[in-house]
């Protein structure tokens, strides 16, 4: 009963959804490669046809495996793609990593899809912001409101869960993808984002992926990792066994410490002490 509520729910969610979009003369979509982003740019696509465009932005904090699964994605469901590249390692602010380095991510971002969109003539952007995002620490959502970007699946009312299964429902192959988010959110807040740090957090979390894991995190402290394992796979990565295998993977990795956090994967780890002081 339950799960025929969730899909009659979000049908209704996802029809609100296609007249929001049919009534733009035409759409530009901010397309990271997730879930959200990905329903996001096959639903526009849906509804305003070649008159939408989405586009996946380059940088150092953007892994090459998001890259080929963006690509990927966005070829399957046959809807306009293109990446562009931006620079917000060019901005000291965001390097520093401070609690707000998003926004001026996403400034950077909005600023040259604003740009984008002006030179091609799209009414407007868009990105995938939805329900769910609304009570973690998230400054990039600051960005996009100085840069009046739009938010169709959060007025659309759209939980994570509804597109997911929404998602699944149109066969779009991420649907069931694990959370995700670009490499600098590893970094502890304080430490310099550096694309040689980013680089070493994509190499970790492949080692990881190769060891058969399928959610985690590798959060960079510096000198220490501490690695997040999803609580249901933490059995497997307790074992002395495995243990060695982190701490071969990460030394080499030129970590002096490894750590395990026994209270395993929980997305945006690094943000739970801004919520409370905010709270």
Not at 202 to 220: I, K, N, P, S, T
Request: hydrophobic share 40%.
């Amino acid at each position: 009963m339950k799960k025929e509520w969730l899909v009659s729910d979000a049908g209704t969610k996802e029809r609100r959804l296609a007249a929001q979009l049919k009534k733009l003369p035409a759409l530009l979509v901010a397309y990271s490669g997730g879930v959200d982003s990905a329903y996001l740019a096959y639903a526009a696509h849906r509804a305003l046809g070649s008159r939408m465009l989405a586009v996946t932005a380059l940088s150092a904090s953007y892994s090459k495996r998001d890259r080929e699964e963006a690509e990927s994605v966005a070829a399957s469901c046959r809807f306009p793609h293109e990446f562009i590249e931006t620079d917000e390692f060019s901005n000291p602010a965001y390097r520093r990593n401070s609690p707000d380095r998003c926004y001026f991510c996403k400034d950077e971002l909005f600023t040259k899809l604003d740009a984008l969109a002006a030179a091609r003539g799209f009414a407007t952007v868009a990105y995938g912001v939805n329900t769910d995002d609304q009570g973690d620490w998230r400054p990039g959502q600051r960005a996009a409101l100085k840069h009046k970007v739009l938010a169709p699946l959060l007025a659309a009312g759209l939980k994570k869960a509804e597109i997911r299964e929404l998602a699944h429902r149109a066969e779009i192959p991420v649907w069931n993808r694990p959370a995700s988010a670009c490499l600098s959110s590893r970094v502890a807040y304080g430490i310099e984002v550096t694309p040689a740090r980013l680089r070493v957090v994509e190499q970790g979390e492949e080692a990881l992926r190769a060891l058969g894991f399928r959610q985690f995190r590798v959060r960079h402290h510096d000198e220490l990792v501490r690695v997040e394992i999803a609580p249901e796979e933490l059995p497997r990565a307790l074992s002395p066994e495995m243990a060695g295998r982190f701490v071969e993977i990460f030394k080499s990795l030129g970590f002096k410490f490894v750590t395990l956090d026994l209270e395993g994967y929980r997305q945006g780890s690094l943000n739970t002490h801004l919520v409370k002081i905010a709270s």
